[in-house]
């Protein structure tokens, strides 16, 4: 299942230090640990806000190709083309690995309705994440 | 009159943030960005969450010009639209105060592509402090 992943590094993927931990077949859930680049620090020291968004955009979409992947088989892969994305910051997120929960919450053929959520090591909830999108075929699959 | 340097937060860079201008009466401000390539997904433009990034930091600097660079905001909340892809290149954000009070603050940006065309708009809830890093 990893190898889901690794087969589609994009530059933010790549920026934000994606590194996967696991995929819950049966709940839809992908589990990935981000590291924040030394450009995401805020003056707080901490992740600047939106850019939090990053790894909670990053986590839902992987778990849209991952549960595309599981149910209907690798040439149904489907991304999420976001529409829109709404966070809610519970606690800043560190300068330091969080790990990123990304659930598929509906599937329909026109939209797919996403969730997100990131910890920090200690378990606590940093951030929750809901994002509506419409799900597409793998960019430059066919390059 | 705004010098770069008070938009020198490592972020900051990263979000290639230059000053336009802000309007007082509006407490709107406009700022410059370049959208690294670095944000850039398998889509060829930038990743949908990193939008926020620049949304937060139109938001955040209309707080801070609209309290004399006195205040910056702690975000409860972000909601963004996103309307077209962004490009890698040149963006330009707007961030105003919708309503300013004592414990909540209310927050409105947009991004537009050099043509003027609206790319994504977000609102948010924050709660104002004191600037950290105060007015160096």
Avoid: C
């Avoid at chain 2, 709107?28 to 990193?50: K, M, N, Y």
């Avoid at chain 2, 990034?53 to 609209?66: I, Y």
């Amino acid at each position: 299942m990893a190898k889901i992943h690794e087969g589609r590094r994009s530059p933010s993927a790549e920026l934000m230090a994606s590194d996967f931990v696991s995929f819950d077949v049966e709940r839809g859930e992908l589990t990935t640990r981000y590291t924040p680049p030394p450009s995401f620090a805020s003056p707080r020291g901490a992740v600047q806000g939106g850019l939090i968004a990053g790894f909670l955009d990053e986590v839902m979409g992987g778990a849209l190709l991952a549960v595309t992947e599981a149910r209907f088989g690798a040439a149904e892969q489907r991304l999420p083309l976001n529409l829109d994305m709404n966070l809610t910051y519970l606690r800043m997120v560190p300068m330091e690995t969080v790990t990123a929960r990304g659930r598929v919450l509906k599937l329909g053929k026109r939209v797919a309705f996403l969730e997100g959520e990131l910890f920090d090591k200690d378990g606590n909830l940093l951030v929750r994440a809901t994002s509506s999108a419409i799900p597409t075929p793998l960019p430059g699959k066919d390059d | 009159m705004a010098d770069n340097a008070i938009l020198g937060a490592p972020h900051a860079k990263l979000l290639g943030v230059k000053f336009d201008h802000f309007d007082k009466d509006r407490e709107e401000i406009t700022l410059r960005f370049h959208a690294p390539d670095s944000f850039i997904t398998p889509r060829g433009s930038v990743q949908g969450g990193l939008v926020a990034g620049f949304l937060d930091e139109v938001m955040g600097w209309a707080h801070v010009w609209a309290t004399d660079h006195e205040e910056a905001p702690l975000n409860l909340d972000i909601s963004m639209s996103l309307l077209k892809p962004v490009m890698a290149g040149p963006v330009i954000g707007k961030g105003r105060v919708i309503r300013r009070g004592r414990k909540v603050i209310f927050l409105e940006g947009e991004l537009f592509d050099e043509a003027g065309k609206l790319l994504a708009r977000a609102t948010s809830t924050a709660i104002p402090t004191p600037r950290p890093g105060g007015a160096a």
